[in-house]
């Protein structure tokens, strides 16, 4: 049984989110908040497999209950469903941790079966959102192409190589023997260098300039 926690900050898209999960057999809500600092209290009452999390909500919005959440380490996936038009909060979700998103005009079937990716270590992500999210990336990633790799530190190149390979913040500080902290910190830092804005245009920049293989070794 895969158990989720719903968070949304309308009374009617939480039942209906609710019914529709609890309609099938492998499914099961254990949790419903209406904005993000419940979700992030329900995550660790009940450390379900996935949390849908919508991204506009009051007191903590959908962006940092995912940064809390996947912060935490509670092996809970974070699934955004949100609206078309959100496109710089998908983008900050996605920064913050979230491994995919739909939108809420999805099919019923289309958000069941994300969920259920979700669970088995997927990344449900809506087609016609991501288009536009990578044309807007792409564009951003374009205007930095003067700037050299020669910009960045010894450090922060090693990171900018394992996040082209698909690691994760956790998984990084693992292999370099550094903090969490400390790479998200070169991470920023690197950002700032390169004058991208977040995860996925960092790696599309060190694509372009050739910045691959492996980096190892604490330091």
């Given at each position: 049984m895969i158990r989720v926690v719903v968070a949304d900050d309308?009374?009617?898209?939480?039942?209906?989110?609710?019914?529709?999960?609890?309609s099938t057999d492998d499914l099961e809500v254990v949790g419903v908040a209406r904005d993000g600092s419940e979700a992030v209290d329900l995550v660790r009452e009940h450390r379900?497999?996935?949390?849908?999390?919508d991204l506009q909500m009051p007191v903590l919005d959908g962006v940092e209950a995912t940064r809390a959440i996947v912060g935490e380490a509670t092996g809970t996936e974070v699934l955004v469903l949100t609206s078309f038009s959100d496109f710089a909060r998908i983008d900050a979700a996605i920064e913050a941790g979230a491994v995919g998103y739909l939108l809420k005009d999805a099919e019923p079937e289309v958000l069941l079966d994300g969920i259920r990716a979700v669970a088995r270590g997927g990344s449900p992500l809506d087609p016609r959102a991501a288009r536009r999210l990578l044309s807007r990336r792409s564009t951003v990633a374009a205007e930095s192409e003067d700037v050299e790799v020669s910009a960045l530190s010894p450090r922060e190149a090693e990171v900018l190589r394992l996040v082209v390979e698909g690691l994760l913040n956790k998984q990084i500080a693992q292999r370099l023997g550094i903090t969490e902290r400390t790479v998200k910190a070169h991470l920023t830092s690197a950002y700032q260098r390169i004058g991208v804005a977040d995860r996925t245009q960092a790696a599309l920049w060190a694509q372009r300039h050739d910045l691959g293989g492996s980096a190892t070794g604490p330091g």
């Open positions: 309308h009374a009617v898209v939480r039942r209906g989110l609710t019914g529709l999960i609890e379900p497999d996935v949390a849908v999390m």
